[in-house]
């Protein structure tokens, strides 16, 4: 019965989010303003932290009417929702066991818990088929997913064929794997489609011919899409979401990035928190509107960047994220001199939080010497040395070369006063990078 229902909030879920597609752009500011302020003052009444929040910031949440009377709420950090989860920033009277529970780490290193229930978590599902439908997938496409865990996301018969490659194993492992699943639509993170790109074989192209690629969760460069496009000869698509929030922006046809203003309000703010112009860098704000059981209001994620009024060729009403500035993670240089993605590292960190969702409060990893690694460990509730010796077992087998770990456990994580941070840092790619001038990796793209 419980799939049955979910299988219901999908379908309904898919209908509305292709619609608002279609929709003009005054219409979709509307729309989304309305969501905003419901949004807003639900989680006033429902959610004791919001109220408390306000009521000690001196807000009269009746006067909050419009999209602009939200610049009088605080900010939401990261540290308040790990505060207050769940006895307080959950909404009264939701029952934890029957919403989607999860944790992520991000790029920060940082466990943040969350929920959100089944009707969110299908609109959610939806918003990503959405993505896909933008650049022309189709339900009766195989997808293969790269990614850390699996999703289970439900097939109906020949249609939404899906097929996961988990991103911790050699790339050998996973070019074979998409041998044999032959996808129409290949989806991953950036790094590790650029890695398997390069290690296709001619036999290997013969096999893998995907229709169109998506790439995710961390910064690309254009030179990266240009080259995995080369050699797959499909277009590369990329889009820009966090777990908590789902999805931010993504790639049209014309490679434009859309904001779905359908899900998420974003904000961008200057150092004093005012709003910028159009096409002036700010800080990315981000209020969740669909997901009253646990809400994001004004949620400080500490990414950079710009939008644009301009119109797309594409047509949909939705607005342009124009730039934004991300984090691309550090290679590690083996002793061999060999490269491993630090985001299997992180991935690997990942799987862990989330099966021990108190082992670990935060975690930095640092890559020292070629043949020296320091992991700082901010003990969860549920810390157990057990679980870190598994954890290190499996990082090991990722690094697959004799060198020294050592695990260090402190009170917190250093940020030496920077918003964000690295959670996987390697000291000796830094090196090697300033000794470089190839201009493989930006610090700011343009769309």
């Known amino acids: 019965m419980k799939l049955v229902q979910f299988l219901w909030y999908l379908f309904i879920a898919c209908i509305e989010v292709h619609l608002n597609q279609l929709l003009p752009a005054g219409l979709q500011r509307r729309l989304a303003e309305r969501r905003l302020i419901r949004t807003i003052r639900a989680a006033y009444e429902n959610v004791p932290f919001y109220r408390q929040k306000y009521d000690e910031a001196g807000i009269d949440i009746d006067s909050i009417r419009s999209a602009d009377d939200i610049k009088k709420l605080p900010f939401l950090t990261k540290d308040e929702v790990l505060i207050n989860f769940p006895q307080s920033i959950v909404a009264r009277g939701v029952t934890i066991d029957d919403c989607h529970y999860s944790a992520t780490t991000g790029s920060t290193g940082r466990s943040l818990p969350f929920i959100f229930t089944k009707k969110t978590f299908a609109f959610y599902i939806a918003t990503g088929v959405r993505m896909y439908t933008m650049i022309g997938y189709r339900p009766w496409h195989k997808v293969a997913y790269i990614k850390y865990t699996k999703l289970n996301y439900p097939r109906l018969g020949p249609f939404f064929q899906t097929t996961h490659i988990k991103s911790t194993i050699p790339v050998e492992d ?67 979401s966090t777990e908590e929030t789902w999805m931010i922006a993504a790639q049209c046809r014309h490679h434009q990035y859309h904001i779905f203003t359908d899900n998420v309000w974003v904000e961008f703010v200057d150092s004093e928190g005012r709003e910028v112009k159009p096409d002036e860098m700010g800080e990315i704000i981000l209020t969740t509107t669909r997901s009253p059981a646990m809400p994001f209001i004004r949620y400080r994620i500490g990414d950079l960047g710009r939008y644009s009024n301009a119109p797309c060729r594409c047509g949909m009403g939705f607005p342009l994220l124009k730039a934004f500035e991300g984090r691309a993670d550090d290679c590690f240089i083996l ?40 992991i700082q460990i901010v003990k969860g509730a549920e810390y157990d040395p057990a679980h870190i010796e598994e954890l290190l077992a499996d990082i090991r087998k990722i690094l697959d070369e004799p060198l020294t770990i050592t695990i260090e456990l402190v009170e917190a994580i250093d940020s030496r006063g920077s918003i964000k941070r690295k959670a996987i840092e390697s000291l000796v790619g830094k090196d090697m990078r300033r000794n470089q001038d190839q201009g493989a990796y930006k610090p700011v793209w343009e769309a």
Do not use: W
Request: hydrophobic share 35%; glycine share 4%; aromatic share 12%.
């Open 174 to 240: 996973q070019i074979r794997e998409l041998r044999q699943a032959k996808p129409d639509l290949i989806i991953g993170y950036a790094s590790l489609v650029y890695e398997i790109a390069k290690r296709a074989t001619v036999e290997d192209l013969k096999h893998i011919r995907p229709k169109f690629i998506g790439i995710n969760s961390e910064l690309s460069t254009q030179d990266q899409r240009d080259f995995i496009s080369t050699v797959f000869g499909c277009p590369v698509y990329d889009e820009y």
């Open 335 to 374: 002793p061999s001199g060999k490269y491993v993605s630090s985001l299997k590292i992180l991935n690997t960190f990942t799987m862990y939080i989330k099966k021990y969702l108190h082992l670990l409060e935060e975690f930095k990893v640092t890559q020292v010497r070629r043949d020296f690694i320091n």
